[in-house]
């Protein structure tokens, strides 16, 4: 059947016109002819198509190993999914797992032989990779402690799960443009990081007929990459009842009218950019019918994505313990452990975050000193204040095609040199991403790293583009780039030079944020001017 944007006479992307002839989701019915055939039966444009399912091909492409990506809408695992990603990893994936800024799960060093038989394992436990890539709804970002959360508005769990189910594997809308972003929360403090997903709803309420109801306000059009935009307000209060229509609303105006013909120039934003909110939301209200006016907006702040620490439930006697795993790398093993902690000291409960780290729910006030005394609580410190704890980063160069530079690798060796010369009465977030791609988000970190190739004597070296002062509390803003690049050898002394002007100038309580907006770019940029700059290799 014709699709309304099949009409419009656009040159289409080579990635579209192999998306005519096959769609994403059917990739999913040769995937056991080509765990009997391997690696090299697999056709380019199916190696595309895997997408739709989860997998990379994994850097370097020629070697045939692929990286996967489970979903988990809303952060939600339990005790037993969680053994079974660890068992798949021991097995197939050498005993790695990678935590993502969308609460998903990876594996590396994945080979097609073994795909059949680890999609039977995950389904087995209730776990999808369905549409944790390629053009469709990806996972579905949520409030990590939906359900938990004494100062929560509104509890989203199971509307998470319902639109999950709606999205997934849905060929209504499995050929978009490109990807599409969708985050729900019920958190006062933003923790869906709302203004950088593609469609996003936060708390609100509002006055209907005499009594206060509690609803979701929307925005659209957010992202980062090339041209990060902050997602833009559209005048409407959603009632839970009207989530589906109004996400599908938006899901099929990107799928007619997105851009198909330039793939980085693909993402909804460039449609709400190019249209303007007010049109947009006209063609909107033509889908989902008359939406009621905002009401009360009730995000009072940002908190990061962080929940360090014991923390008291909305479940009388109970509580939740965050625990940091430092950019987001963990071992098969450490999750074993994990797992068995949440069985002893509570009911299997875990959730991710989109800062890449743990929680353990669900624990009875009466256990939550034998479970801090756990050897991997030691190692998992929930009171754990060093750099690293606050640090995000990608697989990079080590995993990632794109990459133009490691990114994990680097977090020890900064975070250890931060620890010994720089202190602060308040965390600082910094992020490394391996390429504009912006995976690891730096244009909202105070200090965002991100990979450029550089040439020095004929030969590439890495390199590094710097963010600061990006954050999504309520004077929401962007990161601003600073000029020049900075060698990856000297990242620990440069960013020891960045803080140490914050920590010898900032007054009493003062944020790095507020910071960057009272003292300006200058003193920031002649810091670094200290230091060998180069200009960036195109990324090839």
Not at 49 to 56: A, H, T, V
Not at 69 to 96: D, E, N
Request: glycine share 10%.
């Amino acid at each position: 059947m014709e699709q309304i944007w099949m009409k419009n006479g656009t040159t289409l992307s080579n990635v579209e016109l192999l998306k005519l002839e096959k769609d994403g989701l059917d990739v999913i019915k040769d995937i056991d002819r080509y765990g009997q055939l391997g690696f090299s039966a697999i056709t380019s444009d199916d190696i595309e198509r895997l997408k739709w399912f989860g997998l990379y091909q994994q850097s370097p492409k020629a070697e045939g190993y692929f990286m996967m990506r489970i979903k988990l809408p809303g952060g939600v695992l339990t005790a037993t999914q969680l053994r079974v990603i660890t068992s798949i990893s021991k097995a197939y994936g050498r005993g790695i797992v990678d935590i993502t800024t969308r609460q998903a799960i990876q594996f590396h060093w994945l080979q097609v032989e073994n795909l059949p038989a680890i999609f039977d394992r995950l389904a087995a436990v209730g776990l999808s990779t369905a549409g944790a890539a390629g053009d469709c709804p990806r996972n579905i970002l949520g409030h990590p402690l939906a359900g938990i959360d004494a100062d929560e508005v509104i509890d989203t769990s199971d509307l998470i799960q319902t639109v999950n189910r709606f999205f997934e594997k849905n060929p209504e809308f499995s050929n978009l443009p490109r990807k599409f972003k969708i985050s729900i929360s019920g958190s006062r403090y933003n923790t869906g990081h709302a203004q950088i997903n593609d469609v996003a709803l936060t708390p609100a309420s509002r006055e209907i007929n005499g009594t206060t109801v509690i609803g979701f306000h929307i925005v659209v059009g957010g992202g980062l990459s090339r041209s990060p935009q902050l997602a833009q307000s559209i005048d409407a209060f959603i009632l839970p009842e009207e989530v589906i229509k109004v996400l599908a609303g938006v899901a099929t105006i990107f799928r007619d009218h997105g851009y198909r013909e330039k793939r980085n120039h693909a993402r909804l934003k460039f449609l709400v950019a190019d249209w303007g909110i007010q049109k947009f939301t006209v063609e909107l209200f033509k889908i989902t019918g008359p939406l009621l006016t905002r009401g009360t907006d009730l995000t009072v702040g940002w908190n990061g994505g962080y929940f360090y620490g014991v923390h008291k439930q909305k479940q009388l006697g109970l509580n939740y313990i965050g625990l940091p795993v430092a950019a987001g790398r963990s071992t098969a093993e450490d999750l074993i452990e994990l797992a068995n902690l949440a069985d002893r000291y509570g009911d299997g409960a875990i959730r991710t975050s989109n800062t890449q780290n743990l929680i353990l729910a669900n624990i009875a006030d009466d256990k939550v000193e034998a479970l801090l005394q756990e050897r991997l609580l030691q190692r998992l410190n929930p009171f754990e204040k060093s750099f690293s704890a606050y640090s995000l980063a990608c697989v990079g160069k080590e995993f990632c095609p794109f990459a133009l530079a490691q990114t994990k690798a680097y977090i020890g060796p900064v975070s250890q040199y931060l620890d010994q010369h720089i202190v602060l009465d308040q965390p600082i977030r910094i992020s490394l991403s391996g390429c504009p791609h912006s995976c690891a988000q730096p244009q909202i970190a105070d200090i965002g790293l991100q990979g450029a190739g550089a040439k020095v004597d004929g030969a590439v070296v890495e390199a590094f583009e710097l963010w600061i002062g990006g954050f999504l509390g309520l004077d929401k803003v962007l990161g601003s780039k600073l000029q020049g690049h900075i060698f990856a050898k000297d990242l620990p002394v440069v960013l020891g030079e960045l803080l140490g002007f914050y920590a010898e100038n900032k007054e009493i309580a003062e944020t790095f944020t507020d910071f960057v907006k009272r003292v300006g770019l200058q003193g920031f940029q002649k810091k670094l001017d200290q230091f060998s700059f180069i200009e960036s290799t195109p990324n090839e």
